[in-house]
């Protein structure tokens, strides 16, 4: 028997629907078509691959483009989703004019794809062999929104990449403390692959060879080799939303012929007492290789990305891999350390938790918005692709996702997490009010970035009215200069000069008289 609650509750659920359907069909034609719904996943960044919503795909190959779905059939398909139609819908997902965000993305890789400074990795002979002149970048939000460019869908080997992932891996099976008895948390200051340890005799950190060596010894190390790579591949899938990533055994041997840094680095600890008892360093070593060997695309990695931004849950499976306190640490970690002896300026000028890889590869974290990959084989001298970090110098310049931006307040970056029409009309309200209080230096702010000192609040009353009613002859001055109109009439019928006469301020009477004059 249904109760009243629940026919209540039934009852807003259809409302719910109803509302949501009433907004794609704009033309009020009592019917949406299956373009409609999926231009709307798609203008919106939502893959048809996209686990959350397959199902509503699968109902749609019933139906035709052009084919009507009704109010019924709508609630039909979409009853299981409700909640993320709803954010598209209402624009509330984490980057709400995703297709403007995209565009900005496409004119940085034509920018930065004209670099054709840098060379690839030479003492690997399988990366050597790698074309120099692709690129590719990918982006997934925490909300699963995803765009690619360039070379998105060729594999390559993730090398240093793997860093944080192993990281984690043995964090969560061994725990903070554990770990950090053997390796340390500081930036090293050296060569990410110098023979040296910290003032305790462990690696400085797990980003960089040494480290990354000691974090692999603490992955399962009593179980069978390709036990312990297996668990690791589990996890990339879980990362990656679903897809297992592959494995180049080129690079593996080519890496291990090649290895005699790594292999002193491993001896070099086994003496000074870093490692765990009963470390097998030669099986670790095998070990690291293969992790360093694993091969993705840039869309996935931009997937594993988002996850570490999303704390630990993969945004296109809601999935949790890694618990919030895990990845805070390893984004720590990729922040101060995470690309080579670049570390500390990339800090400063870029502000966001990175790592980078010898084949080219550069995985970025923007925490709570998105995870962005990068791949393009030249190198800068500290190892870092030079594209990469070309990308983000040019990302942090147009948006303010560098890590203190807030700190400096208003500025001409831009926000894309905030909806364009939303942040137009709460800077013209801005600009209202602050000519209602005389408020010059913020007057002048908010035109410097371009808000229009003729638009009205929903009595039509301007910048200019409110100005002219409070007397403020200063603000009513420089918005004169500024091109404000004194013909534009509020709903009551007024101008600026009636608000001004009205109120017996003459100085702005003679003011706006002499500026029509």
């Known amino acids: 028997?249904?109760?009243?609650?629940?026919?209540?509750?039934?009852?807003?659920?259809?409302?719910?629907?109803?509302?949501?359907?009433?907004?794609?069909?704009?033309?009020?034609?009592?019917?949406?078509?299956?373009?409609q719904l999926i231009d709307m996943f798609k203008s919106n960044g939502i893959?048809?691959?996209?686990?959350?919503?397959?199902?509503?795909?699968?109902?749609?190959?019933?139906?035709?483009?052009?084919?009507?779905?009704?109010?019924k059939d709508f609630i039909n398909i979409t009853h299981n989703?409700?909640?993320?139609?709803?954010?598209?819908?209402?624009?509330?997902?984490v980057i709400p004019d995703f297709k403007n965000f995209c565009d900005e993305i496409k004119d940085i890789y034509e920018k930065i794809i004209k670099n054709k400074t840098g060379d690839v990795a030479g003492y690997i002979p399988q990366l050597a062999r790698v074309n120099p002149e692709q690129l590719g970048i990918s982006i997934c939000t925490i909300d699963g929104q995803t765009f690619s460019i360039g070379d998105s869908n060729t594999p390559y080997c993730v090398q240093s990449t793997c860093k944080p992932i192993n990281y984690?891996?043995?964090?969560?099976?061994?725990?903070?403390?554990?770990?950090?008895?053997?390796?340390?948390?500081?930036?090293?200051?050296?060569s990410f692959n110098e023979i040296t340890l910290n003032r305790s005799q462990l690696p400085h950190n797990p980003?960089?060879?040494?480290?990354?060596?000691?974090?692999?010894?603490?992955?399962?190390?009593?179980?069978?080799?390709?036990?312990?790579?297996?668990?690791?591949?589990?996890?990339?899938?879980?990362?990656?939303?679903?897809v297992r990533p592959g494995y180049n055994n080129s690079v593996y041997h080519s890496e291990k012929e090649t290895a005699d840094r790594n292999f002193a680095l491993a001896?070099?600890?086994?003496?000074?007492?870093?490692?765990?008892?009963?470390?097998?360093?030669?099986?670790?070593?095998?070990?690291?290789?293969?992790?360093?060997?694993?091969?993705?695309?840039?869309?996935e990695m931009a997937v594993i990305a988002a996850t570490f931004a999303n704390a630990g849950m993969c945004p296109v499976s809601n999935n949790k891999i890694f618990a919030p306190g895990t990845v805070q640490n390893c984004l720590s970690l990729m922040y101060s350390c995470g690309m080579y002896d670049f570390s500390g300026e990339f800090a400063f000028t870029v502000g966001l938790p990175a790592k980078s890889g010898v084949s080219g590869a550069l995985l970025i974290v923007i925490p709570n918005v998105m995870g962005i990959a990068v791949w393009s084989p030249r190198l800068d001298v500290m190892g870092n692709s030079v594209r990469g970090v070309d990308f983000c110098t040019e990302l942090v310049k147009r948006f303010n996702f560098h890590n203190y931006d807030s700190l400096v307040g208003q500025s001409n970056k831009k926000d894309p997490r905030m909806d364009n029409k939303v942040m137009d009309i709460n800077q013209n309200y801005s600009l209202i009010w602050a000519a209602c209080q005389g408020d010059l230096d913020e007057i002048k702010r908010l035109i410097a970035h371009g808000v229009?000192?003729?638009?009205?609040?929903?009595?039509?009353?301007?910048?200019?009215?409110?100005?002219?009613?409070?007397?403020?002859?200063?603000?009513?001055?420089?918005?004169?200069?500024?091109?404000?109109?004194?013909?534009?009439?509020?709903?009551f019928g007024n101008t600026p000069l009636n608000d001004a006469k009205k109120n017996k301020h003459k100085d702005i009477i003679r003011l706006i008289e002499s500026y029509s004059k």
Not at 81 to 93: A, E, F, G, Q, T
Not at 461 to 469: D, I, N, Q
């Open 47 to 71: 893959s048809r691959k996209d686990k959350r919503i397959k199902n509503i795909f699968e109902l749609l190959n019933n139906y035709t483009e052009t084919d009507k779905i009704s109010l």
């Open 81 to 93: 989703y409700i909640s993320i139609i709803d954010r598209i819908v209402k624009h509330n997902l």
């Open 1 to 35: 028997m249904t109760t009243k609650t629940d026919t209540n509750a039934i009852k807003e659920e259809e409302k719910i629907f109803v509302n949501l359907f009433n907004s794609i069909d704009e033309q009020g034609n009592n019917f949406v078509t299956k373009k």
């Open 168 to 190: 984690c891996i043995a964090t969560e099976l061994n725990g903070e403390r554990a770990v950090h008895k053997h390796v340390g948390r500081e930036p090293s200051g050296r």
């Open 452 to 491: 229009n000192v003729d638009r009205g609040d929903y009595d039509k009353r301007t910048a200019m009215h409110l100005a002219s009613t409070e007397g403020h002859t200063k603000v009513v001055e420089y918005l004169l200069n500024k091109g404000a109109s004194i013909s534009t009439m509020d709903r």
């Open 207 to 242: 980003m960089i060879n040494a480290g990354a060596i000691m974090c692999s010894s603490l992955i399962y190390p009593g179980q069978s080799l390709a036990d312990r790579f297996d668990h690791v591949m589990s996890i990339w899938e879980g990362l990656s939303g679903g």
């Open 267 to 299: 001896h070099f600890m086994r003496e000074m007492g870093a490692f765990p008892d009963n470390t097998r360093i030669h099986e670790t070593l095998d070990f690291y290789f293969q992790c360093c060997s694993i091969e993705v695309r840039a869309k």
